[in-house]
C-alpha cells in the first residue's frame, strides 16, 4: 500500500513560518491534500493541489510539491495559536492514505 | 448545517456488545466513505460506497464489521462482539462522483468507541 511519512511535533512562535513536510511513494495520485484535526474533532480540509502543479498558494497556506522526489510540503505564514492541531498529510485514489500527523505547536 | 454529520459522537461500550454508528453525508454526495483513527494514528481506510453499491473493503474490516448505505444517502456501520481493539475514532467522509477519482473528501467529527 501506499507510505506517507511525516515528521511528527513541530514547535514555532507565534508570527513566523511554519513548513511541514511529508513523502510518499505512490506517484498515480491525482490530488495531493492537507488536513487539519484539533483535539476531539474531525479532519478540516486545509487546501489541495493537482498532481500537475508544483506550487498552490491559498491566503496564509503554501503547498510546493515535488514529483520527482515524491516530496509535499505545506507553510503557514504568520503562524497563530490558533494553528496549533495536527497536520495531515493524504494522498490516494478512491481511498486517501494518510500519514500519522505533524503535531503542531504555537507558542506565544 | 449542511456538513457531514455522524451520531452519536461518543459510545462507550462493554466487551461482546455490538454498536452501530450512524452518518449523513452532505446531500449531493454520492460516495461515503468509512475510515477508523486509533491515537496517534491517521486515518486508515475501511470501506467506501457510490450511491448503495459497496465498492471496496480494507482488509481492516474483520467479518464482524459490517457496513450499509440501503438507500444511497445515509450509511451505518456496525461493529458485532466489540473488542477492546476497537475502540477508536471512526470518521465517515463524502464526496462528488465523477470521471477519474479526483475529487475531496470532506470528514464528519467522527464517532469515538471505547471499549471496556
Known amino acids: 500500500g501506499e507510505d506517507v511519512e511525516q515528521s511528527l511535533f513541530l514547535s514555532v512562535r507565534e508570527g513566523d513560518s511554519s513548513v511541514i513536510n511529508c513523502t510518499y511513494t505512490?506517484?498515480?495520485?491525482?490530488?495531493l491534500y492537507w488536513y487539519k484535526q484539533e483535539p476531539g474533532a474531525g479532519l478540516q480540509l486545509l487546501t489541495y493541489?493537482?498532481?500537475?502543479?508544483d506550487m498552490k498558494q491559498d491566503q496564509r497556506l503554501t503547498v510546493l510539491l515535488n514529483k520527482k522526489d515524491k516530496h509535499l510540503s505545506l507553510r503557514i505564514a504568520d503562524t497563530q495559536t490558533g494553528d496549533s492541531a495536527i497536520y495531515f498529510c493524504?494522498?490516494?485514489?478512491?481511498?486517501?492514505?494518510f500519514g500519522k500527523g505533524t503535531s503542531l505547536l504555537v507558542t506565544p | 448545517d449542511t456538513g457531514v454529520s455522524q451520531d452519536p459522537r461518543h459510545k462507550i461500550t462493554k466487551r461482546g456488545q455490538n454498536v452501530t454508528f450512524r452518518c449523513d453525508p452532505i446531500?449531493?454526495?454520492?460516495?461515503l466513505y468509512w475510515y477508523r483513527q486509533t491515537l496517534g494514528q491517521g486515518p486508515e481506510f475501511l470501506t467506501y460506497f457510490q450511491n448503495e453499491a459497496q465498492l471496496e473493503k480494507s482488509r481492516l474490516l474483520s467479518d464482524r464489521f459490517s457496513a450499509e448505505r440501503p438507500k444511497g444517502s445515509f450509511s451505518t456501520l456496525e461493529i458485532q462482539r466489540t473488542e477492546q481493539g476497537d475502540s477508536a475514532m471512526y470518521l465517515c467522509a463524502s464526496r462528488t462522483g465523477g470521471q477519474g477519482e479526483s475529487g475531496t473528501q470532506y470528514f464528519g467529527p467522527g464517532t469515538r468507541l471505547t471499549v471496556l
Open positions: 505512490d506517484s498515480s495520485s491525482t490530488y
Open positions: 493541489i493537482f498532481s500537475n502543479m
Open positions: 446531500s449531493e454526495h454520492n460516495r
Open positions: 493524504a494522498v490516494g485514489g478512491y481511498a486517501l492514505n
